[in-house]
């Protein structure tokens, strides 16, 4: 059940591997409100990379945005056994969960040049 739930997630909301680093800096310090410059900062990345993240987070429910910024707070107890998962995942098999979250990444990148893929006679 854990490693379905971890999948799901992996598959809808975390997009790349800096999501899902993003994801866990902000779980385990998840009384701290971040702003955003300082996850830049903490990730060693940058604002074109961890922006991208914080919004896909947000729009899955796994992070809130306040007015100081952003803090870990799963929309439902399901997201947080989801969170959870992935983690524990992450933690025992990260080349495994690597693989997953770019193999999900293909699909997408697959599921876009398919849509503009023509059969003959379409021409």
């Known amino acids: 059940m854990t490693d379905d739930l971890a999948r799901a997630l992996i ?3 975390i997009r ?3 999501g899902l680093e993003l994801l866990l800096l902000l779980r385990r310090q998840a009384d701290r409100v971040w702003p955003e ?3 830049v900062q903490e990730l060693r990345a940058s604002a074109a990379i961890v922006a991208p993240c914080l919004r896909q987070l947000v729009q899955g429910g796994l992070v809130r945005e306040e007015a ?3 803090i870990y707070g799963p ?4 997201l947080e056994q ?3 998962a992935v983690e524990r995942a992450y933690r025992e098999r990260p080349v495994t969960i690597i693989n997953l979250i770019v193999g999900a990444s293909d699909d997408v990148v ?3 040049a398919d849509a503009f893929r023509f059969k003959r006679g379409d021409d």
């Open 68 to 70: 100081a910024g952003f």
């Open 75 to 78: 929309a439902s107890p399901l």
């Open 11 to 13: 598959r809808t909301v």
């Open 82 to 84: 989801a969170c959870a």
């Open 37 to 39: 410059a300082a996850l």
């Open 110 to 112: 697959q599921g876009f």
């Open 16 to 18: 790349s591997v800096w």
